[in-house]
């Protein structure tokens, strides 16, 4: 596929992410339009050289049944104006998908890196919100103040950073990727999203192989995100974050020899200790820990897991509709489930499950000759396993990433390293 289409993409992408992640209107359905008009002029131009497989129509078509699906139900309803988001982000995702598997080899390269690039520049600025106590960049809770950047909620950045740090840790070693990798990790800890951690750490599992080039600035990370979470309640730290904000991903740029295997557990040990004995010395940081690792948000979630499920069986086929509000069972009501397969059972029944489930699950049907998880799959394992913890498909611009990542990152290779590629090549192995 031509670039262009590439880079139309990508800047509709930006743009959803520097509008409050295209949440609100006109923004949630007119910027997905456009994503699908992008998408259906790559297939056509590419269709001969690289048709669309089975699995892909399968995800598309899968994404659209849904989308009609939830837009009747919603208009019967009258309840469409709070329904739209949703069907926004399946578009979206489905238009990214599409153009993603028209990519070649080196525009997927090139997406990759310009993925990288993206998530340095919105944990940069939502770093200096946060430095500047800038709202809504950065938003108070507990007494301290959230990274929450362009998309103006931290748990959405949390979300959008986790995929990015994924796509990071699996590019090829380099001064630039370190030094960015260095941001995303800080930003990402400075949202505090609790989701967004435990979506990094599945993320990485899966790509466990590359981690051992990325110990360095994944440490860097740490300690930048320590530095800004430690300054989150304080006034006058604003200075420190800054400085950490550079000299951090500059050191990153220093070229340091990747950690032998045996070595790797005990560099990680030492980094835990490091960053244990910044929190107990840091009033700051423990109190905002304490606060994270407490359950009186956990607690007010189970009441919306337990109306959503009530919703569920009250018509487990159709659902109670889309954008129908949660009646909480200490006499509240709610919007959001914070799960959204949970919320898609709740709104749309088991048709609608069913329909997202058989596009997830068709979206990680493995290629021809594949061996290992694509980094594009680990990409969608993270954004998953936020959605079970908060509303992220209510945003499609995290979605819209989540599709062209998931269907356009290069593909898995057996080492990071371009010598050890060269060297492989050499010897004559073949490439996976």
């Known amino acids: 596929m031509r670039l262009p289409l590439l880079d139309a993409m990508a800047a509709l992408i930006v743009v959803a992410i520097m509008r409050k992640g295209a949440f609100?209107?006109?923004?949630?359905?007119?910027?997905?339009?456009?994503?699908?008009?992008?998408g259906v002029i790559a297939v056509a131009l590419t269709w001969r050289q690289r048709p669309l497989q089975l699995?892909?129509?399968?995800?598309?078509?899968?994404?659209?049944?849904?989308?009609?699906?939830?837009?009747?139900?919603?208009?019967?309803?009258?309840?469409?104006?709070?329904?739209?988001?949703?069907?926004?982000?399946?578009?979206?995702?489905?238009?990214?998908?599409?153009?993603?598997r028209t990519l070649d080899d080196a525009s997927r390269r090139v997406l990759r890196s310009g993925a990288i690039v993206v998530g340095a520049l919105v944990s940069s600025v939502g770093l200096v919100g946060l430095a500047l106590r800038s709202q809504p960049l950065a938003l108070p809770a507990q007494n301290h103040l959230r990274l929450a950047g362009t998309l103006t909620y931290s748990n959405a950045t949390g979300a959008l950073l986790a995929m990015l740090l994924v796509v990071a840790v699996s590019c090829p070693a380099s001064r630039f990727r370190d030094a960015q990798l260095v941001l995303i990790t800080g930003g990402l800890l400075a949202t505090q999203s609790r989701g967004a951690l435990l979506a990094v750490l599945i993320g990485l599992l899966l790509t466990w192989r590359h981690l051992r080039a990325a110990?360095?600035?994944?440490?860097?990370?740490?300690?930048?995100?320590?530095?800004?979470?430690?300054?989150?309640?304080?006034?006058?730290r604003q200075w420190l974050l800054i400085a950490a904000a550079v000299a951090l991903p500059a050191a990153a740029l220093v070229r340091i020899p990747p950690i032998p295997g045996r070595w790797l557990a005990v560099a990680g040990a030492?980094?835990?200790?490091?960053?244990?004995?910044?929190?107990?010395?840091?009033?700051?940081?423990?109190?905002?820990?304490?606060?994270?690792?407490?359950?009186?948000?956990?607690?007010?979630?189970?009441?919306?897991?337990?109306?959503?499920?009530?919703?569920?069986?009250?018509?487990?086929?159709?659902?109670a509709g889309p954008g129908n509000r949660l009646h909480l069972s200490d006499g509240r009501s709610a919007r959001f489930v914070?799960?959204?397969?949970?919320?898609?059972?709740?709104?749309?029944?088991?048709?609608?499950?069913?329909?997202?489930?058989?596009?997830?699950?068709?979206?990680?049907?493995?290629?021809?000759?594949?061996?290992?998880?694509?980094?594009g799959s680990a990409v969608l394992s993270a954004f998953a396993v936020c959605a079970l913890l908060d509303f992220p498909w209510h945003l499609p611009a995290i979605p819209m990433t989540a599709g062209l990542l998931l269907a356009g990152l290069p593909y898995a290779t057996s080492n990071t390293s371009p010598r050890a590629a060269t060297q492989r090549s050499a010897r004559g192995a073949a490439p996976l």
């Open 338 to 375: 914070h799960n959204e397969p949970l919320q898609v059972a709740a709104d749309s029944g088991l048709v609608g499950v069913a329909l997202i489930t058989v596009a997830f699950a068709a979206s990680l049907v493995r290629r021809r000759g594949q061996r290992r998880v694509e980094p």
């Open 55 to 100: 699995r892909d129509v399968v995800v598309i078509g899968a994404l659209l049944g849904f989308s009609v699906w939830w837009y009747v139900d919603a208009h019967q309803r009258g309840q469409w104006p709070l329904a739209r988001q949703v069907v926004g982000s399946a578009l979206g995702f489905a238009a990214c998908y599409a153009l993603g």
């Open 215 to 236: 110990v360095v600035p994944l440490a860097l990370g740490l300690f930048l995100g320590a530095i800004a979470v430690a300054g989150s309640g304080a006034h006058d």
């Open 24 to 38: 609100y209107p006109p923004d949630d359905l007119r910027l997905p339009a456009i994503a699908v008009a992008l």
């Open 270 to 319: 030492l980094i835990g200790l490091v960053v244990v004995a910044v929190a107990v010395t840091s009033n700051s940081l423990s109190d905002v820990a304490k606060s994270r690792s407490g359950t009186a948000s956990v607690s007010d979630r189970s009441y919306e897991w337990r109306a959503g499920w009530a919703d569920f069986r009250g018509a487990p086929l159709v659902g």
